[in-house]
């Protein structure tokens, strides 16, 4: 996927009091760098950063970290946050397959939002629901597992329920059109999210835990 070019992009993130450049050294301490023991949720691709900065604003006694591998995004990102002022948002610039070198047993939720799909067979082991992936989140749930996933494509979605369900994961909430359904699911939409719902896309929805 490309994203646009942002001037100055990695000078934006590295003057950024909400990017944390050395995630390493945080490790089994992220609660002691936010000041509280409130539950700590992590967003893996957190693209312009809508969803988490939107979450981190209207929770603030929970703990959200966005993470994302593209420099551009995450310059977006610190861009979005704007003239706000948060004691519960950092960010990371780094790629997902090294979340347990920055993370200890600390995570409670783990949100995947609009993750890129990887349709074809052979890069199936990608997708951030493969059991690769839910093997690492293992290393970092600090007790219960707990993943909420939103997408709109249905290879992903569909590949996501049987990968969760084969690791024993129970489904909390499922929703084949999350914007029409009669639950009035609580969500906030990610920058792809507006377009898609001015499109009257339906959106998957799954809200998976496993309870220890």
């Not at 009091?17 to 992220?30: E, F, G, M, R």
């Not at 948060?86 to 920055?102: E, G, T």
């Not at 049987?162 to 084949?176: I, M, P, R």
């Amino acid at each position: 996927m490309r994203y646009n070019v942002v001037k100055g992009a990695n000078e934006i993130i590295e003057n950024s009091n909400y990017l944390i450049k050395n995630p390493i050294n945080y490790k089994n301490n992220w609660s002691k760098l936010f000041g509280n023991n409130n539950p700590i949720c992590l967003e893996l691709g957190m693209g312009r950063g809508s969803f988490i900065i939107g979450m981190a604003k209207k929770n603030p006694n929970i703990n959200y970290i966005g993470l994302e591998l593209d420099v551009n995004q995450t310059a977006t990102a610190v861009k979005n946050i704007k003239d706000n002022k948060f004691n519960n948002l950092k960010m990371i610039c780094a790629d997902a397959k090294d979340i347990v070198d920055f993370f200890g047993k600390e995570i409670d939720t783990i949100y995947l939002t609009f993750s890129e799909p990887w349709p074809k067979k052979q890069d199936e082991k990608k997708r951030f629901t493969s059991e690769n992936y839910l093997r690492l989140y293992d290393r970092i749930f600090k007790k219960n597992k707990h993943i909420i996933l939103k997408t709109d494509n249905k290879i992903l979605f569909a590949s996501a329920m049987e990968s969760l369900s084969c690791y024993w994961y129970s489904f909390d909430k499922v929703s084949l059109d999350l914007h029409n359904d009669e639950r009035k699911i609580e969500n906030i939409m990610t920058d792809f999210e507006m377009q898609y719902f001015k499109e009257r896309r339906p959106i998957y929805y799954v809200d998976a835990s496993f309870k220890n």
